[in-house]
């Protein structure tokens, strides 16, 4: 299972380093003089291959509607292209180097397991305030996608602050708890894409009418995957361990 649950969370990373990568060649056509309006040559790709994959006709209503949905998201975010840099790099390398801290073998290696941990917790914070940045200032989806994005940025935070609090008092029970949510809400945004994908393939929707949903049905699912994990994993009821203190190690 924890094997699984390991795949699993590499296959988000990837799929959300795949989208930061995406968005940075895009932002970085902007930086250098390109039109805020036009989308990239691998947005314009990718649209293409989302097309094909899903067998839509790029003469249907459907594909215009796409096509829509990807404009007005670039225009968007290539209007902020130093705050959008600023999210997704940092966003990318946390994501990628997530996995690596839930790693069996790196936990192993106390300094190389706490250095990043410490590394995360860095990179979290401009990925955070420039998402709930972004979440105000440029919302996708309305004041219904916005709140949520605002939340699930609060509680991001929160987390992390959590974790950290607790490796410094010693208590490496509660820290890894909050360091499992913590990590479990970096991912919601990959859950969203992946649910995307997975509605585009069962209904003939596009993203104006699902992306509001699945900006809550995304952290939602993600909390409520680390709470079961946290207790699936936990040996002993997690209030009822008392702290110790030691020296801090990020779990």
């Given at each position: ?68 949905d990807?404009?007005?998201?670039s225009?968007?975010?290539?209007s ?16 990628l ?8 073998r ?12 410490y ?26 996608g ?26 490496r ?28 393939a ?7 009418e ?42």
């Amino acid at each position: 299972m924890k094997t699984l649950a390991w795949c699993a969370v590499a296959a988000l990373a990837v799929i959300g380093a795949a989208g930061a990568v995406t968005r940075t060649i895009a932002v970085t056509r902007v930086l250098g003089g390109a039109p805020a309006a036009e989308m990239s040559p691998l947005d314009v790709e990718y649209q293409r291959q989302v097309a094909a994959l899903y067998g839509i006709d790029e003469e249907s209503a459907r594909y215009r509607a796409i096509d829509r949905d990807m404009k007005d998201g670039s225009l968007k975010y290539n209007s902020l292209p130093v705050v959008m840099l600023l999210h997704v790099v940092p966003g990318a390398l946390f994501l990628l180097a997530a996995p690596l801290q839930l790693s069996g073998r790196v936990r192993r290696h106390a300094a190389v397991h706490r250095s990043l941990g410490y590394l995360l917790l860095v990179l979290a914070i401009p990925f955070a305030l420039t998402g709930l940045y972004i979440g105000v200032r440029q919302p996708m989806f309305g004041p219904v996608g916005a709140t949520a994005a605002v939340l699930l940025g609060g509680f991001f935070i929160h987390a992390g602050v959590r974790a950290y609090v607790a490796i410094r008092a010693g208590d490496r029970t509660r820290h890894r708890a909050w360091m499992l949510r913590f990590l479990a809400l970096a991912y919601a945004i990959a859950v969203m894409r992946a649910l995307s994908m997975l509605a585009f393939a069962l209904f003939p929707v596009s993203m104006r009418e699902i992306g509001a949903p699945l900006f809550w049905i995304g952290p939602i699912l993600s909390a409520l995957a680390a709470e079961w994990w946290i207790r699936r994993t936990a040996s002993t009821p997690i209030a009822a361990r008392p702290a110790r203190p030691r020296a801090p190690v990020l779990s």
